[in-house]
């Protein structure tokens, strides 16, 4: 339920939402979302709220638009495994444009990368939307 008074944007609240209703396997991957224009009227609120809240969802990795087309749930990307030992230092920043190169992050999608320093010395730099992280 939106909440028009609450501390946290309305736009923020509705991305909440349909977040929930993807993790939960209510929307699924390949599932269309419904219409801006239906998810205003369900929520309350003008087309342009609507359109913020997707674009959380987008920046996420969430969802895929297409203009003229609805928006979807995208299939989960399959993540490499990278095992770091304990004390290792996690720095996330946005890539260079050498890095997106390196990394393979197409220009203009916005994805951080994760650099692993260990013992003051950086071990390697990796695309945050693509890998999962354990400890030796």
Known sequence: MINHAAERAVYRQIA?????????????????????????QEYGV???????????????????????????????????????PRGAEFIARMPTDAERTELGIEPGVVVPIVVVVVGGRERGKYAADRTRFTFS
């Open 46 to 84: 003008g087309t342009d709220t609507i359109q913020r809240s997707m674009d959380v969802l987008k920046v996420e990795g969430l969802i895929g638009t297409v203009r003229g087309y609805p928006a979807w749930v995208v299939e989960e990307r399959d993540r490499t495994k990278v095992s770091v």
């Open 16 to 40: 909440d939402e349909l977040r929930e209703r993807i993790q939960s396997g209510q929307l699924r991957p390949g599932d269309d979302l419904p219409s801006v224009r239906h998810l205003a």
